[in-house]
């Protein structure tokens, strides 16, 4: 699949099955994260990858999913994400405007999952103070944002932004996604309306 294709068909997934997400593959996502762009070429990030099932359940409470369709939207029991990677941003390199990098290395490990046929769902809603105490994060670092991952169970689908940009769940509960229409946001050699 075309790195293209993987960004037309890649929606966040908050249901996953039980299958492991191998260790080999969180490393992957880590260097792809690691190989993102970087403001200055600083490159504050750090990664933490959770595969071990008592941590990640651990780790579960400590998000909070799909704030539009609450509790709908959070993971069912026996659906939970099987792997995490955490983002750190060590703030003895760069305290401020890291948001850029997180972005960039975030994508890049959102899309190298999605090429292995795992789903992630990216996280910026989490209890950072218990996160960085579970995981055992230094003074220094600063916990940024959560990709949960796992094997899909579900399958969001996109449609164009009609009255609202929120998302919601079909009587079969499905997820749908409101997206802005190509036309509505693509304007060449200049802005035009």
Request: aromatic residues 6%; contains cysteine; charged residues 25%.
């Amino acid at each position: 699949m075309s790195v293209y294709d993987l960004i037309v068909s890649r929606r966040s997934s908050r249901q996953f099955k039980p299958d492991p997400v191998p260790r080999a593959l969180l490393t992957r996502l880590a260097d792809a994260g690691r190989l993102a762009p970087s403001a200055a070429n600083l490159q504050p990030l750090e990664f933490v990858v959770v595969d071990d099932r008592a941590l990640c359940a651990r780790i579960l409470p400590c998000l909070k999913w799909a704030a539009y369709i609450a509790p709908k939207g959070d993971p069912r029991p026996g659906m939970e994400p099987t792997a995490y990677v955490v983002v750190l941003v060590n703030t003895a390199v760069r305290e401020k405007m890291h948001e850029y990098d997180v972005g960039a290395a975030v994508e890049n490990m959102t899309l190298t999952a999605l090429s292995e046929g795992v789903g992630s769902c990216w996280l910026i809603s989490i209890d950072r103070p218990r996160l960085a105490e579970i995981l055992g994060v230094p003074d220094g670092y600063r916990v940024d944002s959560v990709l949960a991952l796992g094997c899909p169970a579900e399958t969001p689908l996109a449609e164009d932004l009609r009255d609202s940009v929120k998302y919601w769940k079909d009587e079969v509960g499905r997820l749908h996604v409101p997206k802005r229409p190509l036309a509505a946001v693509l304007h060449v050699n200049g802005f035009r309306r």
